[in-house]
């Protein structure tokens, strides 16, 4: 295994599915002794949702926001045989060898600021991260956050750089400028009632979106998720990861004000009444 690449396990025991999500993941227990939310290879939503599940968690990892530690599994189908669900069977027979894991947090709650206070600063630099990743599902009917231990967590980056479903080859510098520009639409974005430090998440957080990290998630990435038509190898699908990073970096005087706006407009800051907190959930219950 070389110093870029994520650890890697292999699955010994499948334990039930997952039915919060769209894609279905399963937990399974590993060689290493421990309990994994696994998303396949073969789900609906193809490989490049594992591949954005990378990418953007471990640049999170790398500005310091939190995110469950993320592994490769090593998947035998015949580990789910016993499980009565024939759609989770058809998903296990369609994800064999590598899929993803990421650790499995028992007990957790849905970090839902209705329920738990959540301090400006972290929802300032969260919000800003989603927007340079542009991630689409940190809503209120997808939080994706955790509270273990008191602690916040990440969950849940499949939706993010939603632009490699589109990608035929190498973006030309133009395509690259106006995708990179996008406006980024925070109006369902959960933590708009945090009332958001933006300014200070732009202050603290852009400085660290450096090609270096960039590059080292990007490089977390196994190769055979990365055969994309279009592209000469490997490393040229790597590269346009990098340069559409960096390109979105060096494009917040397009993004960061409608997402300002966004901020100063939502009801928590100008005192309207958002309604009362709803309960916290428990979404990741110890297996039996």
Do not use: C
Not at 225 to 250: C, I, K, N, S, T
Request: charge should be negative; avoid cysteine.
């Amino acid at each position: 295994m070389s110093a870029s690449a994520l650890r890697h396990v292999t699955a010994v025991r499948y334990v039930t599915p997952l039915r919060e999500g769209g894609s279905l993941p399963g937990l399974m227990e590993a060689d290493d002794l421990g309990t994994y939310v696994v998303k396949y290879s073969g789900a609906g939503q193809g490989v490049p949702v594992l591949v954005a599940e990378v990418v953007s968690g471990e640049l999170a990892r790398g500005l310091g926001l939190p995110v469950p530690e993320l592994v490769t599994v090593e998947l035998d189908p015949a580990l789910g045989t016993a499980e009565p669900d024939q759609e989770v069977q058809d998903l296990l027979r369609r994800s064999p060898g590598l899929n993803l894991g990421m650790d499995f947090l028992p007990g957790a709650l849905d970090l839902d600021p209705g329920a738990f206070p959540v301090d400006p600063g972290f929802a300032g630099r969260v919000l800003w991260f989603d927007a340079l990743v542009g991630n689409v599902d940190r809503t209120w009917r997808n939080v994706n956050m955790l509270r273990w231990h008191g602690a916040p967590y990440l969950i849940d980056h499949g939706a993010t750089l939603t632009f490699h479903h589109g990608w035929s080859g190498p973006e030309p510098p133009e395509v690259l400028a106006v995708g990179a520009a996008r406006p980024y639409d925070a109006s369902a974005h959960v933590l708009l009632t945090a009332s958001p430090d933006l300014d200070a998440a732009d202050a603290e957080l852009a400085p660290l979106v450096t090609p270096e990290l960039v590059r080292a998630a990007v490089a977390r990435v196994p190769d055979r998720w990365l055969d994309v038509p279009g592209f000469a190898d490997v490393a040229q699908v790597r590269d346009a990861y990098v340069r559409r990073l960096l390109a979105r970096r060096d494009a917040r005087d397009a993004w960061l004000p409608p997402l300002r706006e966004a901020v100063a407009q939502h009801p928590a800051r100008t005192g309207a009444t958002t309604g009362s907190p709803r309960p916290a959930r428990q979404i990741w219950r110890r297996p039996t």
